[in-house]
């Protein structure tokens, strides 16, 4: 298995310890391409007339790009690069402001638990998330855990 240069291990890492990512703004390319892949043309995402009417008053991302652009922006740190061996989860996952074209989101991981597997040389790390916009505010949280190798 290849590691990257900022790989870490699930030992390596601490309760309590933030992961900050750099910020990614949100365009209409990407609710267009997030569309045509997923499938999801809800007319609040991909039809500015029907959006305009709407609560939101333009149209908005969908939650799911969010949420993938979130991880995208973990990996990026490259801390997960080649130690992270199986995703076992997300809970708690609260859409709680809409993300507009042109906001900028920024992911923090916040470390909550570290344990060793049952299996031999792995563990498990446990992560909650806040995903903010230009503004600090708070536009997805959720929890994620994920299977990774322990130091060789």
């Known amino acids: 298995m290849t590691l990257g240069s900022r790989a870490r ?17 949100i365009e209409s390319g990407d609710v267009s391409l997030f569309a045509g892949l997923s499938g999801d043309f809800n ?14 008053g333009t149209r908005i991302a969908h939650g799911l790009l969010t949420l993938a652009v979130s991880s995208g922006q973990l990996n990026q740190l490259g801390v997960f690069e080649g130690t992270t061996l199986g995703f076992l989860g ?14 900028t989101v920024t992911t923090t991981a916040t470390i909550t638990g570290t344990r060793a597997s049952s299996k031999q040389g792995r563990g498990v790390v446990s992560m909650r998330i806040e995903v903010t916009n230009q503004d600090e505010l708070p536009v997805l949280t959720y929890d994620q855990t994920l299977l990774m190798s322990g130091t060789v």
């Open 90 to 103: 997300l809970d708690n996952v609260r859409f709680s402001h809409p993300v507009r074209f042109g906001d």
């Open 9 to 25: 291990h699930w030992n390596d890492f601490t309760v309590g310890e933030h992961l900050e990512t750099t910020g990614r703004t």
């Open 43 to 56: 007319p609040m995402h991909i039809n500015e007339v029907h959006a305009a009417k709407a609560m939101f």
